[in-house]
């Protein structure tokens, strides 16, 4: 399957958010890389069709973004999101089971699945609310996975994990990245470094690098605080990738 | 036959492994799932206390037949703008527990989701009118038409206000300004004729052309309402 | 719908079509065909609809079959192919027995007891009430009996 994101654009009054953004993504796990404010949150919402671009198109094996095939293939997890009050762990990840079409035989033998990959099959039953960040965190990431998605979005989805968690997760998506297009963004270089294949970077809604990092490369941390450093340009950028 | 035996039938059946099964069934898509598993999955996860606020609407009706006959008509009209004004807070759910980017994100959509829910409320609230307008009618000797449109007069007006609140700036804001208007309009229903508004007295005519007009501007509230479901996540 | 369920019921079909086929190869072929024409069909409302899943694959067994395209035995009731010196002497009995028996029976034993299909089921795709499906399921039992010639338990 080919993720395809197509001069991408999202403009808000006089501000470009995102601006022009193509590229091809592979089963694979690809890191999206940014400072705050740099885009990367609103191009996963138009990856995700959650968000309509102001221009530019995204097809999944030419199936259009704003299509409910394409949201069958989708697993995602925004940077911040929230749960019904009187949702239990168990009762948040079925809803969403539902709401991706599973029968309810499927969905609680994914959710109990699930559960257990994510380390919460003992919470399970527990309200939401009472749940800790990290705990709240695994959630997310439980519903995300529940349909088996081809493509998996994840907005920052190691904020709030311990190291423990964190090692759990990185595990989790490379075996998911086996078989699926996972995409994640962060700004946490050492999650890039250790699960993905290939990298993004994105500075002021512009792409300003992507492709395959190896050790060739240097280090991913030096370049990215180069990158994303205050005094970094775009031309300070490429001759720091050698392009 | 035991299980040694079945056993050995399924060796003997045994066939090559298919080599191409993981690769088809992950290029598979889905089955469609019809909008009435929709309806009765979003059902499953609405709040305890709406279908009580709409079930409880029943019992005036059905102690007002055969108790107060006069006076049930009016408990009816009092009672049913709050089943209205819960109704309309469960369309904002979404919105108000940050669920609704999650909810755009899947196959069904938020539009789905929410329409979905207005459509197994607004079905129990339905019947629980025509229930009531039946029961009323056998008791005070007046056409059902004519005792449905009474009571269905006020839910239809709460029903409109709440959600023509819910999509102005304020309403968005603040969420229990619907229940505010549902509260006005059930006072009005109970206490109009204490105050001269001689409802009651209305003819057959006058209560179906009202509940009809207030139906259409409820049905354009609705539509208006799904249309902007997306500008939420 | 997960994908061990889809699996399940894909290994289903794809045992029916290499029973009436005796092609793994066309078997799959045939099966991935009958997956198309269900979702396709506008039947697939719900699910999986096992019962008009088997309809089609059958008829699809027969498409093929008409075709001339069947190719020599190979693989069924795991005969041929079989090292016979290390199978248990049950094993070699049941797969004579079963050899035996009349094709239509065998198919019935199969849906049954290796796809594990339901009484409703195979009543909905043989076209007959439950009760009919008990006495042929009742026969079958009976004719398997009497070729092996042991005690079924």
Not at chain 1, 149 to 166: F, S
Not at chain 2, 8 to 13: H, P, T, V
Request: include cysteine; glycine fraction near 10%.
């Amino acid at each position: 399957m080919i993720l395809r994101a197509d001069r991408l654009s999202k403009q808000y009054g006089n501000g470009i958010a995102v601006d022009r953004v193509s590229f091809e993504l592979r089963e694979g796990v690809t890191g999206l890389l940014g400072a705050n404010g740099a885009g990367k949150t609103t191009l996963m919402r138009m990856l995700t069709g959650v968000l309509m671009p102001t221009s530019g198109a995204v097809d999944a094996d030419g199936i259009p973004a704003s299509s409910e095939a394409y949201r069958a293939l989708l697993g995602y997890l925004p940077q911040d999101f929230g749960y019904y009050p009187e949702f239990t762990v168990r009762d948040f990840v079925m809803y969403f089971a539902a709401l991706k079409g599973l029968d309810r035989r499927t969905a609680r033998r994914r959710t109990e699945e699930l559960l257990e990959r994510v380390g919460l099959s003992g919470a399970a039953g527990r309200r939401m609310k009472t749940l800790s960040g990290g705990m709240r965190q695994r959630a997310g990431i439980a519903q995300a996975l529940v349909n088996d998605p081809r493509i998996l979005i994840l907005d920052e989805p190691t904020a709030g994990l311990d190291p423990g968690e964190r090692v759990r997760f990185r595990k989790l998506i490379r075996e998911i990245g086996g078989r699926s297009i996972v995409l994640f963004s962060t700004h946490i270089v050492s999650d890039v470094e250790h699960i993905a294949d290939h990298v993004m970077m994105m500075k002021a809604g512009r792409l300003i690098w992507r492709g395959k990092w190896d050790a060739s490369n240097g280090s991913l941390e030096e370049f990215y605080m180069k990158a994303f450093g205050e005094d970094a340009g775009h031309e300070t950028v490429c001759d720091a990738a050698g392009l | 036959m035991n299980r040694a035996l079945r056993a050995q039938i399924r060796a003997a059946f045994s066939y090559p492994e298919p080599t191409r099964k993981r690769a088809f069934l992950r290029k598979l898509r889905p089955p469609g799932v019809g909008m009435i598993e929709m309806v009765l999955t979003q059902a499953a996860y609405i709040r305890g206390r709406v279908w009580v606020a709409a079930g409880a609407a029943l019992i005036p009706a059905l102690l007002g037949a055969f108790r107060l006959p006069g006076n049930a008509a009016r408990l009816m009209g009092a009672l049913l703008p709050f089943s209205a004004g819960i109704a309309v807070l469960e369309t904002r759910r979404s919105r108000d527990y940050s669920m609704a980017e999650l909810e755009r994100a899947t196959r069904f959509s938020l539009r789905s989701v929410v329409f979905a829910r207005m459509l197994a409320i607004g079905a129990v609230d339905l019947g629980v009118i025509l229930l009531s307008a039946a029961a009323l009618s056998a008791r005070s000797g007046l056409p059902v038409p004519r005792t449905t449109a009474e009571i269905s007069a006020p839910f239809l007006a709460a029903a409109w206000a709440g959600l023509y609140i819910e999509r102005t700036p304020l309403g968005r804001r603040h969420g229990h300004l619907s229940m505010a208007a549902s509260a006005l309009i059930s006072a009005l229903a109970l206490g109009g004729e204490d105050v001269g508004l001689s409802l009651s007295a209305l003819p057959s005519g006058a209560w179906m052309a009202a509940s009809g007009a207030l139906a259409v501007l409820t049905a354009r509230e609705v539509c208006i309402t799904l249309s902007r479901t997306e500008e939420w996540a | 719908m997960g994908s061990t369920d889809l699996e399940q019921i894909y290994d289903r079909i794809y045992r029916y079509a290499c029973f009436r086929l005796r092609d793994s190869h066309l078997a799959e072929d045939v099966t991935q065909e009958t997956f198309l024409r269900y979702l396709n069909s506008g039947k697939a409302g719900g699910g999986y609809e096992i019962r008009y899943m088997y309809a089609i694959a059958r008829n699809l067994c027969a498409d093929v079959s008409r075709r001339g395209r069947r190719a020599p035995l190979q693989g069924v009731l795991n005969a041929a192919g079989a090292d016979a010196t290390e199978a248990a002497l049950d094993g070699i009995a049941v797969r004579a027995a079963l050899g035996e028996m009349a094709e239509a029976d065998r198919e019935l034993l199969l849906l049954r007891y290796v796809n594990g299909e339901s009484i409703g089921t195979l009543s909905a795709l043989y076209g007959c009430s439950r009760f009919a499906i008990y006495r042929r399921l009742k026969r079958a039992r009976a004719a398997f009996r009497r070729l092996w010639g042991g005690d079924e338990g």
